[in-house]
């Protein structure tokens, strides 16, 4: 039976249950089940509550027409046929999607169902027995000589995911945001935190959710990427605006294990005129995992260490951690609340020896850890979170290996149904309970991020990647896919995380290209496990961490020392350019970190290229990714005729667009190029307004 009202289309048809409805602009929500109704859970969904979506289902009407029923919002057309498969068309007819569908009918010729005698349906729930949860499969046919882009960030070397399998779960530097843009025009998102896999394959595409209750999609259509990404912010969700410290450069290492060592750093970049806004507290400055404060046999005074700090122009970012250990001082409490994640079989186990992992889908649990940091941290002073471990790390027992996410349980349900939403509600945690202390413009630092984590401040980093060129190169694709998955912020470790000696003259060449690029990310931060690895200063509490070598600017030679000073220069000079893009990123859900056809959809060159990226509108860069490269190519997308050429961002020597060129990349140089002017130029127009 098909009931059709205003706005939105019900289908029952035996145990299945669909709606199909307006959410959005241009955009529809589509759910399905074989419960006896949908589950609405606003903690669990990505989507912003229908009330708060902007223009939703103004202009949606819909009609019966040759035995199929249909919806129209906007750009996007849903049609329904009377097998019950999907098509979304846009304004012109073109097909922006259809369900797969190989079944047997009797309906006359030419119309779209295939007559097949393989009986595969475009929606398969196969029931967990004794449960209402499913094993849910979702199929979709393949369009020739599409590109799908975005979907979060994964440690491989593609922009365009066709033809790739993902595993739709969180790991050490690899976040599912399961959010991508297709260049035939349409954006979608798999709006199911269950842990499974997408397959975007030749013959077909394949959503996979292995514990589920329902099928929940979002889709939208657009005429450029731009349309796109601005619709889905609508819907999800848009970053704050970042505050003037995001705009700067980041200090970090693993790990300054003292006060005093952290602000003698601090003094050295002050001593030498170098521009720094933030220093970074990293993990086991605290007595013991779960007491979330400062061991103060190393930090004896840690309200006068961020006054000091921010005398000096600097704001402090100290790490938290997720996990909470039997000597904890907050260890029975928590456990006694249910405030813990819990394992499904044998001991509650976790991260590290005896700890556990806080559940976070618990509003009390939120709410409990939230008071322990304000106590320890916040009203000392400390207003930057570095919310470390954020898928979390669950591994189960020594021995097991992997991510055993079968193995544990958190509130809202089992890690294999609702998994995904971990980070998110992690970087809510802070979030809400800072903005209760009035505080605006949040931004929290976190290793992972699930589909909305951007309306929480979140700011995410690439992980404990490899110190490498390979890593390098990886992390150019990964930071473009995170923007298009509606992520603006995110960074990585400077120079990378494992593996680099402070004295291997191979390692200063990845440092100072690793520099530069990170120059242009949305944030620029210097982080790493250096080597040689400095040993622990206690067997006990926040000394019996290890520490890595020195991470400074200068610990790296001369020359390595001038190109870091280049570009921190280069960095602070960008300012007023970098908070126009952050404001764009609040207002319009914009990416920072561009791939080219974001701004040249008319460009196809510019759809193949995945080795350059736009910082913003107007600044393009080609970053150096290899050992001993001294020049490279470049792609200069074609322009419109009011910009008329690219202007080296260094000599100023003009090219016109739709070309590819070579250019001179010495060791201190990454190539980079201005959009219709001059740097000069650009940061006067953009003073100007």
């Known amino acids: 039976m098909i009931t059709r009202e205003e706005d939105r289309i019900i289908r029952r048809f035996d145990k299945d249950l669909l709606v199909i409805e307006p959410w959005g602009r241009d955009s529809l929500r589509v759910r399905s089940t074989q419960r006896h109704e949908f589950v609405d859970d606003p903690d669990i969904s990505a989507l912003l509550p229908k009330t708060e979506a902007l223009a939703a289902g103004e202009d949606a009407e819909t009609w019966e027409e040759d035995g199929s029923t249909f919806l129209r919002n906007g750009r996007i057309t849903c049609e329904l046929t009377r097998t019950g498969k999907l098509i979304y068309t846009d304004p012109d007819g073109k097909v922006l999607l259809e369900e797969y569908e190989r079944i047997r009918n009797m309906f006359e010729e030419g119309r779209k169902e295939f007559n097949s005698a393989l009986e595969i349906y475009p929606r398969k729930f196969e029931p967990h027995m004794g449960m209402d949860n499913y094993k849910l499969t979702v199929r979709f046919e393949p369009t020739d000589g599409e590109k799908i882009f975005g979907m979060g960030q994964y440690q491989q070397p593609y922009l365009d995911m066709k033809g790739c399998t993902l595993e739709l779960a969180h790991r050490n530097s690899q976040a599912s945001v399961p959010f991508m843009i297709s260049s035939n025009g349409y954006g979608f998102l798999w709006n199911n935190p269950a842990i499974g896999r997408v397959t975007f394959g030749k013959n077909v595409t394949e959503w996979v959710a292995e514990s589920t209750k329902q099928m929940d999609y979002w889709i939208t259509s657009g005429e450029t990427p731009a349309q796109i990404e601005r619709a889905y912010a609508d819907v999800a969700g848009k970053v704050p605006m970042m505050p003037e410290y995001g705009l700067g450069f980041w200090q970090c290492k693993l790990r300054y294990q003292t006060q005093d060592e952290i602000l003698n750093v601090a003094r050295e970049y002050k001593k030498r005129g170098l521009p720094i806004d933030v220093i970074v507290v990293d993990y086991f400055h605290w007595p013991y995992e779960g007491d979330w404060d400062f061991d103060p046999d190393y930090w004896p005074d840690p309200a006068a260490m961020v006054r000091e700090l921010k005398e000096m122009g600097i704001h402090l970012m100290v790490s938290i951690w997720p996990t909470v250990e039997k000597d904890s001082k907050n260890y029975p409490e928590m456990k006694d609340l249910g405030y813990l994640t819990r394992s499904d079989y044998g001991l509650r186990l976790g991260q590290l020896g005896e700890a556990s992992v806080i559940d976070v889908t618990n509003a009390d649990s939120r709410k409990y850890v939230w008071e322990q940091i304000k106590k320890g941290y916040y009203d000392r002073g400390v207003r930057i979170f570095w919310l470390d471990e954020a898928e979390p790390e669950l591994k189960g027992e020594p021995g097991y290996g992997g991510y055993e996410y079968q193995h544990f349980r958190y509130f809202r349900g089992a890690d294999l149904e609702v998994g995904n939403i971990y980070p998110r509600e992690y970087a809510r945690m802070c979030y809400e309970g800072m903005e209760a202390e009035g505080q605006e413009n949040i931004v929290n630092l976190l290793r992972c991020a699930w589909a909305g984590s951007q309306r929480y401040g979140a700011l995410v980093w690439s992980g404990d990647i490899d110190s490498s060129f390979r890593s390098l190169r990886t992390q ?16 990585t470790d400077i120079g990378g995380f494992h593996g680099g000696n402070i004295f291997d003259p191979k390692f200063h060449e990845v440092f100072a290209r690793w520099f530069e690029f990170g120059a242009f990310c949305p944030v620029m931060r210097l982080h790493g496990f250096r080597e040689p690895i400095q040993e622990p200063m206690s067997a006990v509490r926040g000394g019996k961490s290890p520490s890595g070598a020195d991470n400074e600017v200068w610990t790296y030679g001369e ?91 260094y000599t100023g020597e003009k090219y016109s667009g739709g070309q590819i060129i070579t250019v001179s990349a010495p060791l201190d140089t990454t190539p980079a190029f201005v959009r219709g002017s001059t740097l000069e130029e650009l940061l006067d127009r953009m003073s100007a307004e």
């Open 476 to 491: 150019l694709r990964a930071g473009m896919s995170m923007g298009i998955a509606g992520i603006p912020w995110w960074t």
């Open 559 to 649: 020359e390595v020392y001038e190109i870091c000073k280049k570009y921190l220069m280069l960095r602070e000079q960008l300012r007023p350019y970098t908070r126009e893009v952050m404001r764009a990123a609040h207002e319009k859900g914009d990416p920072v970190m561009r791939a080219l056809f974001y701004e040249f959809p008319q460009d196809e060159k510019a759809w193949e290229t995945d080795d350059e990226f736009l910082f913003g509108p107007d600044v393009l860069v080609a970053p150096v990714l290899s050992d001993g490269q001294r020049e490279r190519t470049v792609y200069l997308p074609a322009l419109p005729e009011q910009d008329a050429y690219w202007t080296d961002l």
